[in-house]
């Protein structure tokens, strides 16, 4: 399968867990949660002081840490106010924006070339990850920002990632 390698790289790194002991669910809808929680573990879960505002992120929730420090680094905003909704899916644009931000909000190198790539909000993460090769569409000229990002292709997305920063 095209995310294998991958799947097998963020495994062994530590980042991404199946969903069971055997299970790993590639084509399974990632959530906001779990969103959250690859990005903590890139980052090698630091340890974070206080809880999320985040009414609906209980403090003892196995996501509470990650959504903590995501949001106090400004990787994550809530759905609303006060609202994180961790068990929604996350889209494409919403974990491609995390990433950008994770990643420092580098510069973007050119315009997206993605037809469907049109929403302020997201418009400068996809471009991002486009010019660094790190995404690809899902044809050759749409994105599909508000589709819903599989645990596939968050494996995917997070090993060229690595690979694109180890390169510099």
């Not at 931000?101 to 070339?113: D, L, S």
Request: glycine fraction near 6%; charge should be negative.
């Amino acid at each position: 399968d095209w995310f294998y390698s991958d799947v097998v790289a963020m495994y062994k790194q530590g980042i991404i867990n199946g969903m069971t002991a055997t299970t790993f669910e590639p084509q399974g809808n990632l959530t906001r949660a779990q969103a959250a929680m690859l990005l903590y573990r890139l980052a090698g879960e630091p340890e974070t002081e206080g809880t999320s505002s985040f009414t609906d992120v209980p403090k003892e929730a196995w996501y509470a840490e990650a959504i903590a420090w995501a949001q106090k680094n400004e990787i994550v905003n809530g759905m609303t106010a006060t609202t994180f909704e961790p068990e929604s899916k996350v889209t494409r644009a919403q974990f491609v924006v995390m990433l950008y931000r994770f990643a420092g909000k580098p510069e973007n190198m050119a315009a997206t070339t993605f037809t469907d790539v049109t929403e302020e909000w997201y418009i400068d993460a996809v471009s991002w990850a486009e010019t660094s090769m790190i995404v690809n569409g899902m044809t050759a000229t749409t994105f599909e920002p508000n589709g819903h990002c599989t645990r596939a292709q968050a494996a995917k997305i997070l090993c060229v990632y690595l690979k694109t920063a180890e390169q510099g």
